[in-house]
């Protein structure tokens, strides 16, 4: 620590830096078009903040990655401390999470649950199901092994314990991540026997309340997709999801493909979400141009200034809900995932994007100073990744060490301290809907 910031202070004394100029973005339109910043005129620079990003783009260009294709905005309250190409779309990789995020909260609440229905087509007799079984998808995107185990015990309450006929998946359903409802089906058709549990299933089983039955329902057919569910089904039990907020944490802590798809399909699709949050975050459009909900592939772009815009329109939504960012993103120093290895400042609260030639970093960083530092950084080039986390990393450790460590932590980047994945398996979001 003491090398780097002994690095800073002879970069800040140095008579003649040879840096790269920051490239400042035309403020009219954002001042015109984003009314919670109608107060900005003209950005406000940190020099400080403004020498350390220098430095980050001259280490970068030492590295073969020109200034030309990095983007970094930092800004507390209404400031703009750094722009550089901050209005400029860039590819986002995952970042695109974050608007994915931010619709999902406004179009379901964070205490929302996702449904999935359990219905037979047949009468129950002696335990046994003279039909098939029906799995009515709700976009349930963290339905796991435990939540499996959970469901095959509610359908014993239910009287279910054996099915003549198929297993039969329609709607939106998705098993460990794999949305293919055929191989969906199939790990549910294990998970309800314990003949045909494997390892994995067995050590989820192990995670859960001591003492849970194991499950016992031995489905006999195949397993079937179908668009529409049949006219006529007895419902067996609805299985609700964990609530949204939890659900978005998990998303987040491990930048889940499968969950944040399946949440932007739900809303509407990329389009929309593209669409919701430039609004939501009042952004310009063509700041965000999204082509999914995950941040696959080069064609999701997203500007640093609106990415970091988009935090703040989270942070502002969860405030007024008791809430706060650090309920829906990773926290480093508490949370794993995607945050393994890094050396960003402790307490600071990120989201992470990785593809081959993309590195980003987006998220807010408390501060004794300045207060909430919201940021954004794009590194795009070929090479080693590894390269650009710890140039991200020496970035904020530098500004940290000027604007020092808040103490105690501000309440609002604190989390609430849900159950989060305690929540796994639940029983309590089972409900039985017929006497067994």
Known sequence: ????????????????????????????????????????????????????????????????HPAT??????????????????????????????????VALHQWGPNHQFETLISATGPIEAGVVQGDLIVQGGSDPFFVWEEAIALGNALN????????????????????????????????????????????IATAYQQLTPNLPRPQVIINGTVQAVPLAPASTTPLVRHLSMPLVDLLKAMNIYSNNVMAQMLADAAGGAAVVAQRSAA???????????????????????????????????????????????????????????????????ATIVKTGTLDEVSALAGVMPTRDRGLVWFTIVNLGAGELGDFHRQQDMLLQRLQQVWGTPNPLPPSVQSSN??????????????VLVQG
């Open 1 to 64: 620590m003491l090398d780097i910031f002994a690095g800073l202070l002879s970069f800040f004394l140095s008579p003649t830096p040879r840096v790269e100029a920051l490239h400042s973005a035309d403020w009219s339109p954002w001042v015109k078009d984003a009314t919670w910043v109608q107060s900005i005129v003209a950005p406000s620079p940190d020099p400080l903040a403004e020498a350390a990003v220098e430095q980050h783009l001259n280490a970068l260009k030492g590295l073969g």
């Open 69 to 102: 294709k990095q983007g970094v905005w930092m800004q507390t309250g209404s400031q703009v401390l750094v722009d550089h190409q901050g209005s400029l779309p860039l590819s986002a990789a995952s970042l695109t999470k974050m608007a994915t995020t931010l």
């Open 157 to 200: 309450q239910a009287g279910v314990r054996q099915v003549t006929g198929n297993l039969i998946i329609t709607g939106s359903f998705a098993m460990n991540f794999e949305p293919d409802p055929i191989q969906a089906g199939t790990f549910l058709k294990q998970a309800l026997n314990p003949g045909l549990w494997s390892a994995e």
């Open 418 to 431: 849900r159950e989060g994945f305690k929540r796994l398996g639940a029983t309590n979001r089972n409900q």
């Open 280 to 346: 939501l975050s009042q952004m310009p459009a063509a700041e965000i141009q999204l082509i999914n909900g995950s941040g696959l592939g080069m064609g999701n772009r997203i500007s640093p200034r609106a990415a970091a815009a988009i935090l703040i329109a989270t942070q502002r939504y969860l405030q007024a809900r008791d809430l706060s960012i650090a309920d829906v993103y990773p926290i480093i120093g508490q949370d794993g995932g995607t945050l393994q290895w890094r050396e960003t400042p402790p």
